[in-house]
């Protein structure tokens, strides 16, 4: 970091410098007696000096500067200036003596010849040490700039890529089950060893159940929110939230929409999932998207959460898909009322009734009163107790 440092401030102080003695020394060209053979060469290196220079500063002021070169630039910035600071002397003695005598004779060139081709090789040596070095950190900034361009690319074609598996047919989103979300409820459940212990993976695939208005929709799309929230690196997410209102929903287009979620977590795009946005077909086998999420599972870690399978138009295959995505490894949340062919698909695999506790109700009652229109000072204990039976048997299902 010193180095870097050294750089920016040797740059711009040899920067004003070089100008400085480029004005000095075209004073003397205008008068000058005797110019010495290499005076010509000289104003060349200077004026190379001062191209170099700005080249340089423009790359720091890009951040673009090479740290490996770093060291040996910071030396040479030093040393130059040393060099360039006693020719500065020289001259300006020479100038502030011309000054007072400027009615008697012209200004003289203050060096010799032969000093005046030291300071040509001096100014050349250095130009050189420069401009090596603009070359390599120019070749680091075209290696950058191949680098964002590729990025770039590559991002636009992901978001191309992503749109084009995209489902056309709407999709549910989970925040809207989560608008009349009571705060502080289902903390129990989320962080319960049921739940913690799929999160961290330790059972993969587990099945939530329950009977209708128990509450295992608004649980789905908390599970989801506290998987996306829960800053899990190299984990790609996706849900599903079935529902009995679009009753001719397609396995290849919640497949299709799983795949687009779960490449928004991807890096890089896999090539099964490439190949075919390639083929560009629309009439996707359901075998190839299949393949897809697996090598999605394959690359990251890989959730899914699916609300109400008991609403699902095409449950059988869904089932078998399912299967197959256990044995590629991912993790699977699912949830549906407790009906016999879907217990029997989940009989070896951990399970939870789902229903909310006594404090879960409480909670909501007093969300609910908190903000409402009722007067909440006028409501007693007994009707508030009553409330909350009244909803412990609306969520029982009765």
């Known amino acids: 970091m010193a180095e870097v440092l050294g750089i920016v401030s040797g740059t711009a102080g040899l920067l004003s410098l070089a100008i400085e003695v480029t004005k000095l020394s075209y004073t003397y060209i205008a008068s000058v007696r005797g110019a010495p053979k ?50 500065k002397a020289k001259l300006e003695r020479k100038v502030s003596y ?8 012209a200004l003289a060139w203050p ?24 070359q390599a950190d120019s070749l680091t900034v075209a290696i950058a700039t191949n680098k964002e361009l590729q990025d770039f690319r590559h991002s636009t074609e992901a978001k191309e890529i992503i749109a084009w598996y995209k489902s056309d047919v709407a999709i549910e989103v989970s925040a809207s089950h989560l ?23 330790s059972t993969p695939v587990v099945w939530g159940y329950g009977k209708p208005g128990a509450g295992k929709t608004v649980l789905a799309a908390l599970v989801l929110r506290d ?17 009995s209102s679009r009753p001719k929903e397609s396995v290849s287009n919640v497949l299709r929409s799983l795949i687009a979620q779960a490449l928004h977590s991807c890096p890089i795009i896999p090539q099964e999932a490439l190949a075919l946005y390639e083929k560009g077909s629309q009439n996707l086998m359901m075998t190839d998207l299949i393949n897809v999420l697996g090598a999605i599972a394959k690359s990251m870690t890989t959730c899914i959460i699916l609300d109400a399978l008991d609403e699902c138009p095409f449950l059988p295959k869904l089932f078998n898909i399912l299967l197959t995505l256990q044995e590629l ?14 217990r029997k698909h989940f009989e ?4 939870v009734e789902i229903s909310a506790t006594r404090q879960d109700l409480d909670f909501y009652v007093n969300h609910r009163l908190e903000h409402g229109e009722v007067d909440v000072e006028s409501i007693g204990t007994e009707l508030k107790s009553d409330l909350v039976s009244a909803i412990v048997k609306r969520a029982a299902g009765s």
């Open 38 to 87: 290499s005076l010509t060469s000289y104003i060349g290196e200077l004026a190379t000096l001062t191209s170099v220079l700005l080249q340089l500063d423009d790359l720091i002021q890009a951040r673009r500067v090479n740290s490996q070169n770093s060291q040996i630039l910071s030396k040479a910035l030093n040393d130059c200036q040393q060099e360039v600071e006693h020719l």
């Open 98 to 105: 011309g000054r007072i005598k400027a009615k008697v004779a």
């Open 111 to 134: 060096l010799s010849e032969s000093e005046l081709q030291d300071k040509v090789n001096m100014l050349h040596r250095y130009n050189g040490i420069f401009s090596s070095a603009l």
């Open 179 to 201: 608008e009349d979300y009571c705060p502080s409820t289902w903390q129990t459940f989320l962080s319960g060893s049921f739940y913690q212990s799929w999160r961290s993976g």
């Open 227 to 243: 998987v996306k929230s829960g800053n899990l690196p190299g984990t790609a997410i996706a849900s599903h939230f079935f529902s």
């Open 329 to 342: 490894g991912v993790r699977i949340f699912a949830t549906a009322r407790d009906l016999p062919k879907i």
């Open 348 to 351: 070896k695999k951990p399970r």
